[in-house]
T-cell receptor
């Protein structure tokens, strides 16, 4: 079964440092997403990406965040200057189509980011 | 009102028993509904879609009540392996993002 792959599985960083979280979506998928889940809280949408541009972003996705698809296979989330409250599990996801149905919407296994 | 609301529990269920829980959603125009399962510190995984007529997949039954704006999940003959958090997901209309509830934590007790 096709998978969404995320690296690293766990990253520890110091406050103020930049981090890049990496994802390889399913190869024929067109829509890419980042979500985060703070420990004990619900999964929250950050950003969606289609046709090499952001299609939607949430209030959480401020100027400290950016996304990129640099080479046609990787999809990255960069946090420019990490804060303690950025500590969370970050999930990448991809889907094959836009629309109301869940066309193969698949999540990666996540990167646990710890900011110290 | 939150997009998707769930009573987090936990729901402690004896093995073999039935457990059911609901999720309410705020947008009456919502068209699609899903239940996801999330194990501790793992990614959400699609359990089942919820259709207007209700649907069943083995021991799991999902139903939709549009008038009262809630969906439900029922698990029959609970197994220890059913212990997980069940997430209600309602995509906003015309949108690809998923709106998650906080989840119903189910603990199946031997």
């Amino acid at each position: 079964e096709p998978e969404v792959t995320q690296t690293p599985s766990h990253q520890v960083t110091q406050m103020g440092q930049e981090v890049i979280l990496r994802c390889v979506p399913i190869s024929n998928h067109l829509y890419f997403y980042w979500y985060r889940q703070i420990l004990g809280q619900k999964v929250e949408f950050l950003v969606s990406f289609y046709n090499n541009e952001i299609s939607e972003k949430s209030e959480i996705f401020d100027d400290q965040f950016s996304v990129e698809r640099p080479d046609g296979s990787n999809f990255t989330l960069k946090i420019r200057s990490t804060k303690l409250e950025d500590s969370a599990m970050y999930f990448c996801a991809s889907s094959g189509r836009r629309g109301p149905l869940n066309y193969g919407y698949t999540f990666g296994s996540g990167t646990r980011l710890t900011v110290v | 009102r939150k997009e998707v609301e769930q009573d987090p529990g936990p729901f402690n269920v004896p093995e073999g028993a039935t457990v059911a829980f609901n999720c309410t959603y705020s947008n009456s125009a919502s068209q699609s509904f899903f239940w996801y399962r999330q194990d501790c510190r793992k990614e959400p995984k699609l359990l089942m879609s919820v259709y207007s007529s209700g649907n069943e997949d083995g021991r799991f039954t999902a139903q939709l009540n549009r008038a009262s704006q809630y969906i439900s999940l029922l698990i029959r003959d609970s197994k220890l392996s059913d212990s997980a958090t069940y997430l209600c997901v309602v995509p906003p209309v015309g949108n690809n993002r998923l709106a998650f509830g906080k989840g119903n934590q189910v603990v199946v007790i031997p």
